[in-house]
Every structure is written in structure tokens, then in C-alpha cells.
């Protein structure tokens, strides 16, 4: 069964606006990964926060963690052409992770 | 350094056939990881290996699908016989990560996956 469910399943924003994304799991988890795909390819790894981070900071990215609500979000900021594709949230538990059914981003020229 | 590898990168199928799946890991990564990702969907766990044992395999249909990983490097999947539902992407991944009863971190590196198409 997922673990973790994305909202919304589908964003669509101009260039240069954020994007933000949420991610809800059930059970308590030891960190939280986001990753990126890109249509027809594999996933790409964007960022990990551990159960004991509440914020963490890459580049563009910003990932928040709420244990208590057992919910992250990822904000993109600026967002480019580029950043279009699907971001799933996967939760890590007693070393397997589960991935969620992501969210469908599109960025418009 | 080279990323996980796998082949083929598409096979299509008449249902009741067999198929067979090959990856190659990032050499070094103790933990290999199949995964089911169906059109739409997130990636499904089918197994997970450290070395050459298997770790996890609950979610893996054992009346047909089949995994090895001889040698505790790389891995084939095999389904045989194949069903209309088995068409998906078939995604390997590797992990510095050992399982253990305590806390593990890692990201996962994942292959382009393998596209099956079953008639």
C-alpha cells in the first residue's frame, strides 16, 4: 500500500512563479525523500530531511517536515521550462522506501 | 562514475509469454531494489536485496515474477507468464544503504527502466 500521498496530482504555473507540493504519510518514518521524473525516465534524487528536521534548503528547493501533522511540502521557487515533470514524495521506513503517486508539474513558457 | 544500468529499455509481449529484465548496479551499492511503476502511478516496491540475499519481497506476485541477484551484483527479473496488467515500467535502483534494525539514510539511484507492453 502508498505510504505517502502528493497533493495536488497536477500543477500548472507560469515561469518564474513557485510551485509548491505536499506530501502525507501515515506511519512514523525515519526521513523523507523527494524526487524528480522526468517523462520516460528514471527518478532522480532532489533532496532527504530526517524525522528530527523541520526545514532544509537546496538550491531552488525548500523542504519543510511535520512530524506532529506527518506532512511535508516542497516549495521550487523561479520555477523554469525545465522543472516540468512529476515529484514524488517517498517516506523511509525500517530501510524500504514508499513512494507516493506524485504530483504532475507543468511550467508554461 | 557510471549510473545503474538496464536493459531492455522497451519489450512488448503477447500475454502468456516470458520476459526477462537485467540491471547492473552502481558499483559498491550493497542494496538493490525492483520496482513496479504502472502509468500514472507512483513506483511499487517488488523486492529489495542487500548482496545477494533478498531483504524484502512481499509485495512480489511469486506465481510469476521471479528475481535473483547472483553474486550480489547485478540482478534479473523475470515474469513468466506474463498478464495484460504486468505492462509497466520496471525501474531497478541501487542504495549505499544496508538494511539493519537501526536507522538507515540513503538516497536511492535509479536506472531508466525497463518499458513492458503486454498484448
Known amino acids: 500500500s502508498q505510504q505517502g500521498e502528493e497533493d495536488p496530482q497536477a500543477l500548472s504555473i507560469q515561469e518564474g512563479e513557485n510551485a509548491t507540493m505536499n506530501c502525507s504519510y501515515k506511519?512514523?518514518?525515519?526521513?523523507l525523500q523527494w524526487y524528480r521524473q522526468n517523462s520516460g525516465r528514471g527518478l532522480v534524487h532532489l533532496i532527504l530531511?530526517?524525522?528530527?528536521?523541520r526545514e532544509k534548503h537546496s538550491g531552488r528547493l525548500r523542504v519543510t517536515l511535520d512530524t506532529s501533522k506527518k506532512s511535508s511540502s516542497l516549495l521550487i521557487t523561479a520555477s523554469r521550462a525545465a522543472d516540468t515533470a512529476s515529484y514524488f514524495c517517498?517516506?523511509?521506513?525500517?530501510?524500504?522506501?514508499?513512494f507516493g503517486d506524485g504530483t504532475t508539474l507543468t511550467v508554461k513558457p | 562514475e557510471a549510473g545503474v544500468a538496464q536493459s531492455p529499455r522497451y519489450k512488448i509481449i503477447e500475454k502468456r509469454q516470458s520476459v526477462a529484465f537485467w540491471c547492473n548496479p552502481i558499483?559498491?551499492?550493497?542494496?538493490l531494489y525492483w520496482y513496479q511503476q504502472i502509468l500514472g502511478q507512483g513506483p511499487k516496491l517488488l523486492i529489495q536485496?542487500?548482496?545477494?540475499?533478498?531483504?524484502?519481497d512481499s509485495q512480489l506476485p511469486k506465481d510469476r515474477f521471479s528475481a535473483e541477484r547472483l553474486k550480489g551484483v547485478d540482478s534479473t527479473l523475470k515474469i513468466q507468464p506474463a498478464k495484460l496488467e504486468d505492462s509497466a515500467v520496471y525501474l531497478c535502483?541501487?542504495?549505499?544503504?544496508?538494511?539493519?534494525?537501526?536507522?538507515?539514510?540513503?538516497?536511492?539511484?535509479f536506472g531508466e527502466g525497463s518499458r513492458l507492453t503486454v498484448l
Open positions: 530531511i530526517r524525522s528530527n528536521e
Open positions: 558499483s559498491g551499492h550493497a542494496t
Open positions: 517517498a517516506t523511509d521506513e525500517a530501510g524500504k522506501s514508499t
Open positions: 535502483a541501487s542504495s549505499f544503504r544496508e538494511f539493519s534494525a537501526g536507522v538507515v539514510v540513503g538516497e536511492l539511484f
Open positions: 506511519t512514523s518514518i525515519n526521513n
Open positions: 536485496f542487500q548482496n545477494n540475499g533478498v531483504v524484502d
